[in-house]
């Protein structure tokens, strides 16, 4: 028996956060916040090119182990199924976008800074109903994950935390985006094999 690299993207995604926040203290606390954090409304630089790379990098920034290991369990359990299910190019272009959504509105919306992975990990959980679905269904467990895990991001958003619910919401709106899409690209593959 030998041990597999069964989610390339997943698994290497996951290395990249542990070596991001292994290195942090090597460079006296300076890296995440320079590279692997998007900084709040009225800081996006339209001239500097790491505002661009932040972006997409501060789903790879966690404020600390703990941050991490709650987004991982997520991205570890269900990023394998869904990455086998769509491909590693597929996964890794929702990963992409996730984190651009968010960091997008972040910087343009909202007065914190922003770090971590948990939109891909919403992004994750509202996706992975859509994985053995049929054309003409919504799957049950969707709209089951909708009313128990967003409605209580909504809800939690009006609360003074660290924690950035907006993330979770946007995370999920392209989960199930990504989802929907995916359901009418693999019907309209099914149909014309029919």
């Known amino acids: 028996m030998k041990i597999r690299y069964n989610a390339p993207v997943v ?15 090597l460079t006296g606390g300076n890296l995440i916040p320079s590279w692997f954090m998007v900084p709040g409304r009225g800081y ?6 790491i505002s661009y790379i932040r972006l997409f990098s501060h789903i ?3 404020a600390n182990w703990e941050h991490l290991l709650g987004n991982f369990a997520i991205i570890l359990l269900i990023g394998p199924i869904l990455e086998e299910k769509y491909g590693s190019l597929s996964i890794l272009f929702m990963i992409l976008i996730t984190a651009l959504v968010t960091g997008l509105l972040n910087s343009f919306l909202f007065s914190g800074a922003l770090l971590g992975a ?12 859509f994985t053995n679905t049929k054309k003409g269904e919504i799957p049950l467990t969707f709209i089951l994950i909708i009313a128990l895990y967003l409605v209580k991001e909504v809800f939690r958003s009006f609360q003074t935390n660290n924690i950035a619910e907006f993330a979770h919401i946007a995370g999920g709106f392209c989960g199930s985006i990504f989802g929907f899409i995916r359901l009418k690209h ?5 149909d014309i094999h029919d």
């Open 186 to 190: 693999s019907s309209e593959v099914t």
């Open 60 to 62: 790879a920034g966690h």
């Open 11 to 25: 698994l290497s995604f996951t290395l990249l956060a542990v070596i991001v926040l292994l290195a942090d203290p």
């Open 44 to 49: 996006f630089n339209a001239a500097s090119p």
């Open 118 to 129: 948990s939109g891909v990990a919403f992004m994750m959980i509202l996706l992975a109903p």
